[in-house]
């Protein structure tokens, strides 16, 4: 019941993470119908022939209409209404005020000054102080003032604020003579108030007006009309047109319930495709289809390039062709394999192809770029390999750029140099795989091949630790490496992988490193413990290596070897003797037992039989091809029989394969040595025979009957 509800759950799981990116990358595709031409002013089209399908203007760019704007509204003047009531109340306050008992002593004459300057400065209009301002920062140099039936342009500097009618009328005195200190007690200022009040009606109309003034468009394209095709070259007026086109379909196609459908169908395509890409991983790549970090990662890659692409589409700032898509196939082909980051690489690139109106060009280079860097890149082990995997993706994909276009019959004086400019910067893009593969490891837990490097360094700290700590041990996991190295090599495993594992499977016997044999020079600390005791540390070296693989922070698929290296075997010699001394006792198997689990991959089982073999090697009392393959036949078999090796996905071909490679290795390893012979000393007058063969001695070499050779 809890693994079908647990299948169930992986299950919905998978179909919620695919619903999660089609609806991503739906919502950013372009809404319009008419999707996005790439092309440039002066050079060829690239795609086939355009034809309109209905009427429509050519728009004006908006460029030229901003100009034309700007150039009705240099002659816009908005409309104020002179309020004559005002001036009037105002100088009649003033009046009434100079004739009280309070100005009795202000002489008539500055009374009657004064009222013709109100008169004066009210007549030709007052402007509150912020609204004149603003006006001359719009730099409007006239405004028309209404009185009655009639509008009298008037200039802007020539209206009065409150503050300037009152400096202007005491600058008039001053030049009339008139005494500042007696016009300081008329208080002048308490009578100047605005008299100009906007008209918004009439402004706006007449900015309407200069608006419908200006065209929007420059012509007319009919229905049938050839636009451009391809291999013309793409002139101002025929971008023009092309943009007008977009600008009409999009107008035309703002029906909510034709969109929805156009939505509805877009979903449907990525749907599928998506569901096509899971099919792939269901039947063929069972382990990633298992891993949810694995189907994480692969949809998060199907999902970003798509939106990247769309973005680029809808902005038009740049090239849609600078986005380095192959860096999907560099991830999959560094943290899986080559067939799968085919197989991404290729739905990567059809969704991305989505938000383009000529998709097949982008596809095509794009793969062409994909399906190169697979192929110089397989295994990575540095930074030069993946600056030149993007080097000759990058080639790969200008060249091809170069075909396509000569094969439209464009000549070289015709090439679009930006579509190769964006290909180079695509290229450049590329390099920030390497960064970015750090932070997926971390992420998603991967381990890349240049991790493996660092870990199978020799001079990394565990290594160096178990080699002064455990300098058998270490010998003997170096010879584990170079073996299972080998097998890997013959049966398409990972041999980095099975190499770096064998180095690190034995490090907790660190711990204890005097209780094995490999480590011992005479005294045997187990002749003093029980066989359950002695096991007891024997086994406990996969535990202590797996604590150790924590506080070195290896990384998991390195700690599933040191888990696995046993599997759910016995620690055979206690188990045996203690059988033996206690023929008649049930035992407990578990104390001699192994906690496991057994091996799940191909370099896990590698590495098991390699372990087995070459420990057990080290019995042998005959080295010879007979004995060896005896050996091996018996262990390998043993473990096939005994079922350690049944979930890992090695087949009979590669047991026996397994086996060739193990005797004929340890053959090179164990290979008897010629002694090399001493030569006798003899006098130098006396004659020696060698092989039947009279020689002298002389400060040369040797001289075998009359002619000179040397001898060693």
């Known amino acids: 019941m809890t693994e079908s509800r647990h299948r169930s759950g992986g299950v919905l799981f998978r179909v919620l993470l695919t619903l999660a990116a089609a609806v991503l990358i739906v919502l950013f595709l372009p809404r319009e119908r008419t999707m996005t031409y790439e092309y440039t002013i002066g050079k060829p089209w690239r795609y086939g022939q355009i034809m309109a399908a209905y009427d429509f203007p050519i728009y004006k760019s ?34 009434k005020d100079m004739a009280s008992q309070q100005a009795d002593n202000i002489p008539k004459e500055y009374v009657r000054y004064l009222l013709n300057s109100l008169a004066e400065v009210y007549a030709a209009g007052i402007l509150d102080n ?22 009298t342009p008037r200039l802007v500097k020539n209206l009065y604020t409150t503050r300037s009618a009152y400096v202007n009328i005491l600058s008039l005195a001053d030049s009339a003579h008139y005494s500042r200190e007696i016009l300081a007690r008329c208080d002048i200022n308490n009578y100047l108030m605005p008299n100009l009040v906007a008209d918004v009606r009439k402004t706006r109309q007449e900015q309407q007006e200069l608006r419908m003034s200006v065209t929007y468009a420059s012509g007319m394209v009919q229905a049938g009309e050839k636009i451009v095709d391809r291999g013309d070259i793409v002139t101002p007026h025929v971008a023009s047109i092309i943009e007008s086109m977009k600008r009409e379909s999009v107008r035309r196609h703002e029906n909510k319930s034709g969109e929805q459908m156009q939505m ?62 192959t860096i999907v196939a560099i991830f999959v082909s560094v ?18 192809s989505l938000a383009l109106h000529e998709p097949y060009t982008f596809a095509l280079t794009q793969f062409i770029s994909g399906v190169t860097a697979i192929y110089s890149l397989k295994q990575l082990t540095s930074r030069s390999q993946l600056i030149r995997t993007a080097f000759i993706a990058t080639v790969a994909m200008e060249l091809f750029m170069l075909g396509y276009e000569l094969s439209q019959g464009h000549t070289l004086g015709m090439l679009d140099t930006s ?23 971390k ?28 300098q058998g041990t270490f010998n003997h996991s170096m010879q584990v490496a170079n073996l299972a190295g080998e097998i ?20 907790g016997k660190i711990m204890n490193a005097a209780y094995f044999t490999e480590n011992q020079s005479g005294t045997n600390p187990h002749d003093s413990l029980s066989e359950e005791r002695s096991a007891q540390i024997i086994i406990q070296h996969v535990t202590d290596g797996l604590e150790l693989a924590d506080k070195y922070r290896l990384p998991k698929v390195v700690k599933d070897f040191i888990a696995t290296h046993h599997g759910c075997s016995k620690a055979g010699y206690f188990y045996i003797k203690w059988k033996n001394a206690h023929p008649d006792e049930p035992v407990d198997e578990s104390v001699f037992t192994y906690p496991g689990p057994n091996p799940s991959t191909k370099e896990q089982g590698i590495l098991m039989i390699a372990d087995s073999v070459e420990a057990a090697s080290k019995s042998l009392k005959t080295i010879d091809e007979e004995s060896l393959r005896s050996l091996v036949n018996n262990i390998v078999d043993g473990k096939v029989k005994d079922g350690y090796l049944s979930g890992c996905p090695l087949t009979f071909s590669d047991v026996q394969v397994a086996k060739d490679v193990l005797v004929q290795t340890l053959k090179t390893i164990y290979h008897t040595r010629i002694s090399y012979p001493t030569i006798n000393e003899k006098k130098e007058a006396s004659p020696a025979r060698h092989r039947g063969k009279s020689f002298f001695k002389n400060g040369q070499g040797y001289y075998y009957h009359g002619h000179k050779g040397k001898h060693s």
């Open 62 to 95: 908006e460029q030229a209409i901003r100009e034309e704007l700007d150039s009705a509204f240099s002659r816009f003047q908005p409309y104020y209404k002179l309020d004559t009531t005002v001036g009037k109340t105002q100088m009649a306050a003033f009046q």
């Open 130 to 151: 912020e609204e004149h301002a603003a006006l001359l920062d719009s730099n409007l140099t006239a405004v028309r003032i209404e009185q009655g039936t009639s509008a």
């Open 264 to 325: 509805g169908g877009k979903l449907l395509i990525v749907l599928m495709l998506l569901t096509v890409f899971a099919v792939y991983l269901a039947l063929y790549r069972r382990d990633y289809w298992q891993n949810l970090r694995s189907m994480c990662l692969l949809y998060l890659l199907l999902t970003v390039f798509p939106i990247a692409a769309s973005l680029l589409a809808q902005s038009n700032l740049q090239s849609v062709y600078i986005l380095p898509v």
């Open 335 to 352: 943290f899986m394999d080559s067939r799968t980051a085919f197989v991404t690489d290729f739905i990567a690139i059809v969704l991305a």
């Open 419 to 441: 579509w190769y400019i964006s290909g180079a910067i695509n290229g450049v893009l590329l390099l920030f795989a390497y960064p970015f593969l750090f932070v997926l490891e």
């Open 443 to 470: 992420v998603f837990g991967f381990t890349s091949p240049i991790t493996l490097i660092e870990l199978s360094n020799v001079s990394n700290p565990l290594l160096r630790k178990l080699s002064k700590e455990a």
């Open 488 to 507: 890997a090599a013959k049966i398409d495993a990972d041999q980095l992988l099975v190499r770096t594992g064998a180095l690190y499977h034995d490090i």
